[in-house]
């Protein structure tokens, strides 16, 4: 795939790579050119994603003299990769590749091959026929450990099971734990697409962007157990219960809380050997409050799903509704951002479906980017990017790769004319907004000139038909959906201080002139 800046291969090739599981490669020219991919592979790199760049490096020569587009990718490349290293003979070619690829693919993150020019311009000898051997090894706990483990599990009455990204292939496993322990199931967002779906457990994600049940379900605890799981905010993590961290990576345990039993193990191996050491439950009550909970909270949030008052869009709405005409095997994209937390909070997991989002990197402009890559990775499924205004300005040229390598995405535009997550930290800091303003274009005859089906909607009565046509558009296709502006992002869990910082914010507002985006954000989150 051809692109127009470097920075969407990145987030292409990592995408690729986490949708297939398999290598992906990208390339680029000497100095800017290879430079341009950093923020691309950084998100690839934290995503785990298994990608090797070959960066073109001026001729060996010259290299140590400030030679024009010299660039000491190294010590760059070496905060955001697994291997990086210089092809410094044609002898080594094939060593190095194999090398740069198997550390790629085992160890799940960037590897990075310096390639001088006068070098990759010589013949490779013959050699050794180095390869790359890819294993997956079962690894569980020994049963000493399993046996404490057990123990604690057993001993717990109000027992919650929070499962992260290492929840991936074991889905069926966790379900049957927590019906042994009678356990709600929280979950972080990373484990969305194998967790959430048929599971009469779940109860939702915790932290910032998570809702009053997962949240409840780990504060309330007094046993707690981490399934593959390394989430970094400490304060969404119980004082007082006991906690026993199960993880592949042993660097993981009791790096973000400390915890009384922290061990190594595939989670699905590690819970098919420690079911039968658990004495099954009957007592259901703290599972029974933890989702009822569970079913408050997204009632509450399906009341902003709606049409707002006087037709305005919530982006709630426009999630809902791509929710319910995509495939249920659709892959969604989303921008770092409110369109992230909306396609969280409002778009299904289906065991079929997945997303790819920037959680740990937490970048803008990811989302277009990572559709292109999905789709070429994926062609037979619909592949939807869930794309902020800020966001995809970044990047917009791109689009034109859309249509010059004929790739059917779709972007749904939440448009609201801000930096909205942005604007929202600052009015809870107790700021004043300042340069998140965004006077666009209309993206959707922008989009037009560049070749895709474009539409752009205003009013919450036409949104429906439009999601309709925008889906089954055949080539790429953008709805340019203009969004309230003053939705709130509201998390699980308010706290004084926020909302301190957001009176403080109001009384500047109203002393600065600007009373009327009081009264628009009070009346259009509290009605």
């Known amino acids: 795939m051809h692109v127009r800046h470097e920075e969407v291969a990145g987030f292409a090739?990592?995408?690729?790579?986490?949708?297939?599981?398999?290598?992906?490669?990208?390339?680029?020219?000497?100095?800017?050119?290879?430079?341009?991919?950093?923020?691309?592979?950084?998100?690839?790199?934290?995503?785990?994603?298994?990608?090797?760049?070959?960066?073109?490096?001026?001729?060996?020569?010259?290299?140590?003299?400030?030679?024009?587009?010299?660039?000491?990718?190294?010590?760059?490349?070496?905060?955001?990769?697994?291997?990086?290293?210089?092809?410094?003979?044609?002898?080594?070619?094939?060593?190095?590749?194999?090398?740069?690829?198997?550390?790629?693919?085992?160890?799940?993150?960037?590897?990075?091959?310096?390639?001088?020019?006068?070098?990759?311009?010589?013949?490779?000898?013959?050699?050794?026929?180095?390869?790359?051997?890819?294993?997956?090894?079962?690894?569980?706990?020994?049963?000493?450990?399993?046996?404490?483990?057990?123990?604690?599990?057993?001993?717990?009455?109000?027992?919650?099971?929070?499962?992260?990204?290492?929840?991936?292939?074991?889905?069926?496993?966790?379900?049957?734990?927590?019906?042994?322990?009678?356990a709600p199931v929280a979950h972080t967002s990373r484990a969305k697409d194998f967790i959430e779906y048929d599971n009469p457990f779940n109860v939702g994600m915790t932290g910032v962007i998570g809702t009053a049940a997962g949240y409840h379900a780990l504060m309330a605890c007094d046993t707690l157990l981490l399934l593959g799981c390394d989430f970094a905010w400490r304060q969404f993590y119980p004082d007082h219960a006991r906690i026993v961290q199960i993880d592949i990576d042993p660097t993981h345990l009791g790096r973000r809380h400390p915890v009384e039993i922290g061990v190594v193990g595939d989670v699905r191996a590690t819970l098919e050997a420690l079911i039968p050491r658990l004495t099954p439950r009957q007592d259901t009550s703290f599972l029974d409050d933890c989702v009822k909970r569970h079913e408050d909270a997204f009632r509450m949030l399906d009341k902003r799903a709606t049409v707002g008052r006087g037709g305005a869009i919530h982006p709630q709405y426009l999630a809902q509704l791509i929710d319910h005409y995509a495939a249920d095997d659709a892959v969604f994209t989303a921008d770092a951002g409110s369109p992230m937390v909306w396609l969280l909070r409002h778009v299904r997991a289906t065991g079929r479906r997945r997303t790819i989002l920037s959680l740990t990197h937490g970048t803008m402009a990811n989302a277009m980017p990572q559709a292109l890559g999905a789709k070429k990775a994926a062609p037979n499924r619909q592949v939807i990017s869930l794309s902020g205004d800020g966001g995809l300005s970044m990047l917009l040229?791109?689009?034109?790769?859309?249509?010059?390598?004929?790739?059917?995405?779709?972007?749904?535009?939440?448009?609201?004319?801000?930096?909205?997550?942005?604007?929202?930290?600052?009015?809870?800091?107790?700021?004043?907004?300042?340069?998140?303003?965004?006077?666009?274009?209309?993206?959707?005859?922008?989009?037009?000139?560049?070749?895709?089906?474009?539409?752009?909607?205003?009013?919450?009565?036409?949104?429906?038909?439009?999601?309709?046509?925008?889906?089954?558009?055949?080539?790429?296709?953008?709805?340019?959906?203009?969004?309230?502006?003053?939705?709130?992002?509201?998390?699980?869990?308010?706290?004084?201080?926020?909302?301190?910082?957001?009176?403080?914010?109001?009384?500047?507002?109203?002393?600065?002139?600007?009373?009327?985006?009081?009264?628009?954000?009070?009346?259009?989150?509290?009605?």
């Open 13 to 182: 090739a990592g995408a690729e790579a986490m949708l297939t599981g398999d290598l992906t490669a990208c390339a680029g020219s000497c100095g800017p050119g290879s430079l341009h991919f950093i923020n691309g592979l950084f998100e690839s790199h934290r995503n785990r994603a298994p990608v090797v760049l070959i960066a073109s490096q001026i001729t060996s020569d010259e290299i140590g003299f400030n030679f024009p587009q010299e660039v000491d990718y190294a010590r760059i490349y070496k905060s955001c990769s697994v291997f990086c290293d210089e092809i410094r003979t044609p002898a080594q070619a094939r060593r190095k590749t194999a090398m740069a690829a198997q550390a790629a693919l085992s160890k799940r993150g960037v590897a990075v091959l310096i390639l001088p020019i006068d070098v990759s311009k010589a013949h490779a000898p013959d050699g050794p026929a180095f390869a790359v051997h890819v294993s997956q090894p079962v690894i569980h706990p020994c049963d000493a450990d399993l046996d404490r483990i057990a123990e604690v599990l057993n001993a717990g009455a109000r027992i919650a099971i929070y499962g992260g990204s290492g929840c991936q292939g074991a889905h069926d496993q966790v379900v049957a734990l927590a019906d042994c322990l009678k």
């Open 397 to 527: 040229g791109d689009l034109i790769t859309a249509i010059q390598e004929k790739i059917p995405i779709k972007i749904a535009m939440f448009n609201n004319g801000s930096l909205g997550f942005v604007e929202l930290e600052m009015k809870v800091e107790g700021l004043l907004n300042a340069y998140t303003d965004l006077e666009n274009p209309d993206f959707a005859r922008v989009a037009q000139a560049i070749g895709f089906y474009a539409q752009r909607v205003e009013r919450a009565e036409e949104l429906e038909a439009a999601v309709r046509d925008w889906i089954a558009a055949p080539g790429p296709a953008l709805l340019d959906v203009v969004t309230d502006r003053m939705e709130l992002v509201m998390p699980p869990k308010v706290e004084l201080a926020q909302v301190f910082g957001t009176a403080l914010y109001s009384a500047k507002a109203v002393l600065a002139g600007r009373a009327g985006d009081v009264w628009e954000l009070v009346t259009d989150n509290f009605p």
